[in-house]
């Protein structure tokens, strides 16, 4: 499940601004 949604994260967050930020806000 996972594998899938982290591909469509992979293809759409790069470009989503501030996405980087949040994501290392997050982890």
């Known amino acids: 499940f996972w594998g899938a949604v982290w591909k469509i994260l992979s293809k759409?967050?790069?470009?989503i601004p501030g996405?980087?930020?949040w994501l290392q806000e997050k982890v």
Request: aromatic share 0%; charged share 15%; proline share 14%.
């Open 12 to 15: 759409v967050l790069p470009h």
């Open 19 to 21: 996405t980087v930020k």
